[in-house]
């Protein structure tokens, strides 16, 4: 059994940085798909950016050019490096776990971005 724990939300004001960091432990995961979603108040789950186990990474139009996702293998490890965050990327953010072809079936618990002045 995987278990992923995220930390690193907060508020921040527009404009500013945030480092988002997923855990997992209970096995290697260097063989996995490794990813970030979140989800707004009153809105669906959406992914933000995905990163294969060879370190190819996706994102969504939304967030290109301001989220870097990044992972460590030997660490069992993936960031989110969010820049110049706008109030709309407010959200709990959630580390997921997936297998291609697959989906994703390991989940956080989440952790809160705020953006607000």
Known sequence: QVQLVESGGGLVQPGGSLRLS??????????????WFRQAPGKERELVAVISSGGISNYADSVKGRFTISRDNAKNTADL???SLQPEDTAVYYCT????????NYWGQGTQVIVSS
């Open 22 to 35: 997923c855990a997992a432990s209970g096995r290697s995961v260097s063989l996995n798909i490794m990813g």
């Open 97 to 104: 776990l997936g297998v291609p072809g697959l989906g994703y």
């Open 81 to 83: 490096e969010m820049n």
